[in-house]
């Protein structure tokens, strides 16, 4: 299993939080574990390590929301995103989502990509590479590539950068501002 350093312990807490609400739904809901692998396309073994580990990758824990009816909610809080005329988040604006999966893989680009702009403001991939232990090929690959991103990273990243990273679930239908 992979370690995760924390920023921060409400960190640690806000995912702790994020797999007891979701264990939470699962039972309410009278799901079991394998009802809930078959809806996931996984094993029930998996379905179990998700329960109880706090790792995840960001879009394991939206697939995860999304089979309740839910979807996982990230709002960076205590930074503002630079109007820099970013040609990716122009792209990201322009894109229409034909399915679930599609909004939840676009909000996860749309904060990584907004994180990397505030990054890419304030220093070198080098040197945040350095604040956070890692290379910079790291930081890099994260920003280029966020679809396999560990929730935790997102976390790392936002409060690293001096804000934080606001994790939550939301039934679907309900629009971020009202959360």
């Given at each position: 299993?992979?370690?995760?350093?924390?920023?921060?312990?409400?960190?640690?807490?806000?995912?702790?939080?994020?797999?007891?609400?979701?264990?939470?739904?699962?039972?309410?809901?009278?799901?079991?574990?394998?009802?809930?692998?078959?809806?996931?396309?996984?094993?029930?073994?998996?379905?179990?390590?998700?329960?109880?580990?706090?790792?995840?990758?960001?879009?394991?824990?939206?697939?995860?929301?999304?089979?309740?009816?839910?979807?996982?909610?990230?709002?960076?809080?205590?930074?503002?995103?630079?109007?820099?005329?970013?040609?990716?988040?122009?792209?990201?604006?322009?894109q229409?989502?034909?399915?679930?999966?599609?909004?939840?893989?676009l909000?996860?680009?749309?904060?990584?990509?907004?994180?990397?702009?505030?990054?890419?403001?304030?220093?070198?991939?080098?040197?945040?590479g350095?604040?956070?232990?890692?290379?910079?090929?790291?930081?890099?690959?994260?920003?280029?590539?966020?679809?396999?991103?560990?929730?935790?990273?997102?976390?790392?990243?936002?409060?690293?950068?001096?804000?934080?990273?606001?994790?939550?679930?939301?039934?679907?239908?309900?629009?971020?501002?009202?959360?």
């Amino acid at each position: 299993m992979l370690a995760i350093t924390d920023l921060h312990p409400d960190d640690t807490a806000a995912r702790d939080r994020i797999a007891a609400q979701l264990h939470g739904i699962r039972v309410a809901a009278g799901v079991s574990q394998r009802a809930l692998a078959a809806r996931l396309h996984v094993t029930q073994r998996r379905v179990a390590v998700l329960e109880h580990n706090r790792s995840w990758e960001a879009r394991t824990v939206q697939g995860w929301a999304r089979a309740f009816g839910h979807r996982l909610t990230l709002t960076i809080v205590g930074l503002v995103v630079p109007d820099d005329g970013d040609a990716l988040a122009a792209v990201y604006d322009q894109q229409h989502p034909a399915s679930p999966a599609e909004e939840d893989q676009l909000a996860l680009r749309r904060v990584v990509n907004d994180l990397a702009r505030i990054r890419r403001r304030r220093m070198s991939a080098h040197r945040f590479g350095q604040i956070l232990g890692r290379c910079e090929s790291s930081i890099l690959q994260r920003e280029d590539n966020p679809d396999g991103t560990r929730l935790a990273t997102v976390q790392q990243t936002a409060r690293a950068l001096g804000g934080r990273l606001d994790v939550g679930l939301a039934p679907v239908g309900v629009s971020c501002a009202a959360v």
